[in-house]
T-cell receptor, first 111, second 112 residues
């Protein structure tokens, strides 16, 4: 069964450093998303992406965040200058217009 | 602020019984409704989605939607210990590109 994959599974970085989180969505899906979940809290929407552009973004998704689909298979989330409060699980999801299917997540730890 | 509300639980149900999970949402414009299961330390796993008022069944799971009452529920029949997890209710607007808004989840525990 096709699934969303994400790399790395765990990323440790120092405050102020740039990180890139990578995702490979399900191949025939057209809609892509990033969510995050701080430990013990709700899953929060960051951004949605369709037709090579951002469709919607949340207040969390400020100028420090960017997304890109550099080729036909990868979807990336970049955080330019990480803060301690960026520590969370980051989930990529994709959809074919029905339900959104989530990847296993990247645990980002900012020290 | 669009909200999705769930009882945090824990909800304890004996093995083999029916587990009933409930959710309310605030935005009347919501069009799509989802139930996800999340095991501790894992990602949300889509169980079911429902768009229309009424019931939708898939195996041991039944989702129920009442848009007039802004209420969504999930029934799990013949509950198994492996069903022990946090169940997340989520809603979306009318576009497939729209965000999903998640509730904080109900912790379900199936006791043998």
């Amino acid at each position: 069964e096709p699934e969303v994959t994400q790399t790395p599974s765990h990323q440790v970085t120092q405050m102020g450093q740039e990180v890139i989180l990578r995702c490979v969505p399900i191949s025939n899906h057209l809609y892509f998303y990033w969510y995050r979940q701080i430990l013990g809290q709700k899953v929060e929407f960051l951004v949605s992406f369709y037709n090579n552009e951002i469709s919607e973004k949340s207040e969390i998704f400020d100028d420090q965040f960017s997304v890109e689909r550099p080729d036909g298979s990868n979807f990336t989330l970049k955080i330019r200058s990480t803060k301690l409060e960026d520590s969370a699980m980051y989930f990529c999801a994709s959809s074919d217009a029905g339900g959104q299917y989530f990847g296993p997540g990247t645990r980002l730890t900012v020290t | 602020q669009k909200e999705v509300e769930q009882n945090s639980g824990p909800l304890s149900v004996p093995e083999g019984a029916i587990a009933s999970l409930n959710c309310t949402y605030s935005d009347r414009g919501s069009q799509s409704f989802f139930w996800y299961r999340q095991y501790s330390g894992k990602s949300p796993e889509l169980i079911m989605f429902i768009y229309s008022n009424g019931d939708k069944e898939d195996g041991r799971f039944t989702a129920q939607l009442n848009k007039a009452s802004q209420y969504v529920s999930l029934l799990i029949r013949d509950s198994q210990p492996s069903d022990s997890a946090t169940y997340l209710c989520a809603v979306r607007g009318d576009s497939s590109a729209s965000k999903i808004i998640f509730g904080s989840g109900t912790r379900l525990s199936i006791r043998p």
